[in-house]
Structure formats: C-alpha cells, structure tokens
Nanobody, 120 residues
Framework: QLQLVESGGGLVQAGGSLRLSCAPSGSIFSFNYVTVGWHRQAPGKQRELVAT???????TYADSVKGRFTISSDLAKPAVFLEMNSLKPEDTGVYYCAVRRQFDASFTLWGQGTQVTVSS
C-alpha cells in the first residue's frame, strides 16, 4: 500500500536548521505529475500549508516561512525536501507531507508526520 514517509525532524535551538525528507513507500510512485505540500500543525492550532512544489518545480511558500524555508525535489529518487533555516520557536509542530494529484482539488495522500521542536 502506498504511503508517504517523512523523516528529519528533531529538536533544534532557535536559529538552527533542519532538513525534512518525504518519500513514497510500499509502491512505485512518481512526483512528476503531482503537487507535494509540506504542512505543519502546532499544538492547539489548525494545520497550515507551509510550502508546495509541483512537478515542473514551481514552488509556493507561506509568508511566515518565505526566505527561511526551501522546498525541493529529487524526482529520480523520488523524494521531496524541506530545508528549514533560521528556525523560530513558532515553527514548532508536526510536519506532514502530502500529495495533490493533477485533477484533485485537495491533498489526498498524507504521511504520518515528523515532529519539529524549536527551543528558545
């Protein structure tokens, strides 16, 4: 069964960096024709979309992470990454990757999430 697996979370001090990875597991899957989004959910808050990357490498970012986070992909692996720099305590949360297929309006395939904790 196809799953998305996130990795790379952890505990880091404010100002530090982490690199998250998202890869498919359990079935052959290509990121070429989908949009992959990194989302996060902080305790007591709604889940928010942080960054997306389409198959043509077009990217979008939430205002709160612009200039600090970079989303990228390696279609050959395949994997999608989220490079997070200058981390702030408010970046703390569970980070999820998800896939929105070409003709879907929403993200329909989700990973289990990876915890990111930024200490002040």
């Amino acid at each position: 069964q196809l799953q998305l697996v996130e990795s790379g979370g952890g505990l880091v001090q404010a100002g530090g960096s982490l690199r998250l990875s998202c890869a498919p597991s359990g079935s052959i899957f290509s990121f070429n024709y989908v949009t992959v989004g990194w989302h996060r959910q902080a305790p007591g808050k709604q889940r928010e979309l942080v960054a997306t990357i389409a198959g043509d490498s077009t990217t979008t970012y939430a205002d709160s992470v612009k200039g600090r986070f970079t989303i990228s992909s390696d279609l050959a692996k395949p994997a999608v990454f989220l490079e997070m720099n200058s981390l702030k305590p408010e970046d703390t949360g569970v980070y999820y990757c998800a896939v929105r297929r070409q003709f879907d309006a929403s993200f329909t395939l989700w990973g289990q999430g990876t915890q990111v904790t930024v200490s002040s």
